[in-house]
């Protein structure tokens, strides 16, 4: 079975300031892993995607997120939050099954 | 490229109508999924398909039928609406399975009264 945590359902980071948005996962078998950003009324966009190539993946936008197996980890990071990045922010793993499981989602706010 | 569509953009229901959401794409996709949105419950998987007429049960399938008679086209059928069904709807495909990313409608946000 998998299953995605995402801690922190609100966050809020100050513009400018270092954005962290924490993923963990569990799988049985080597993970895809995936973060989209959904803003408002609209539908899920593809931020970035780990398939097993390189741990460290960059995204759209300035994000980029690393892959460490031993913590079952996929956090999202970006160094200097812009209020643009306010959104809500879901992290999804899938496998070599049919399923894509997505976590509850973090809901980002940017203060100026 | 028009992308995944959905339509309606909104639909409100009476308890025990019936109604279908189309879903469309246009990316020779073969996997294809729906999910519901609920607040603090992020994405949850009605149901999904692999290809033209082959269709699997998600995470949260009852109420809800779907088909695959065409690669481009998955609608979503509620066959007796309940309030519990209020929710957004996301269609999404992907190239194949796990594998690729999914792309996502814009959504159908339904409301039963």
């Known amino acids: 079975a998998q299953s995605v945590t995402q801690l922190g359902s609100h966050v809020s980071v100050s513009e400018g300031a270092l954005v962290l948005l924490r993923c963990n996962y569990s799988?049985?078998?080597?993970?895809?892993l995936f973060w989209y950003v959904q803003y408002p009324n609209q539908g899920l966009q593809l931020l970035l995607k780990?398939?097993?190539?390189?741990?460290l993946v960059k995204g759209i936008n300035g994000f980029e997120a690393e892959f460490k197996k031993s913590e079952t980890s996929f956090h999202l990071t970006k160094p200097s939050a812009h209020m643009s990045d306010a959104a809500e922010y879901f992290c999804?793993?899938?496998?070599?099954?049919?399923?894509?499981?997505f976590g509850t989602g973090t809901s980002l706010t940017v203060i100026p | 490229n028009a992308g995944v569509t959905q339509t309606p953009k909104f639909q409100v229901l009476k308890t025990g109508q019936s109604m279908t959401l189309q879903c469309a794409q246009d990316?020779?996709?073969?996997?294809m999924s729906w999910y519901r949105q609920d607040p603090g419950m992020g994405l949850r998987l009605i149901h999904y398909?692999?290809?033209?007429?082959?269709?699997d049960q998600g995470e949260v399938p009852n109420g809800y039928n779907v088909s695959r008679s065409t690669t481009e086209d998955f609608p979503l059928r509620l066959l007796s609406a309940a309030p519990s069904q209020t929710s957004v709807y996301f269609c999404?495909?992907?190239?194949?399975?796990?594998?690729?990313?999914?792309?996502f409608g814009p959504g159908t946000r339904l409301t039963v009264t």
């Open positions: 780990y398939t097993s190539a390189a741990t």
């Open positions: 999404a495909s992907s190239l194949l399975a796990g594998v690729y990313e999914q792309y």
């Open positions: 799988s049985s078998v080597p993970p895809y």
């Open positions: 990316m020779n996709h073969e996997y």
């Open positions: 999804a793993v899938s496998s070599t099954g049919n399923q894509f499981y």
């Open positions: 398909s692999v290809g033209a007429g082959i269709t």
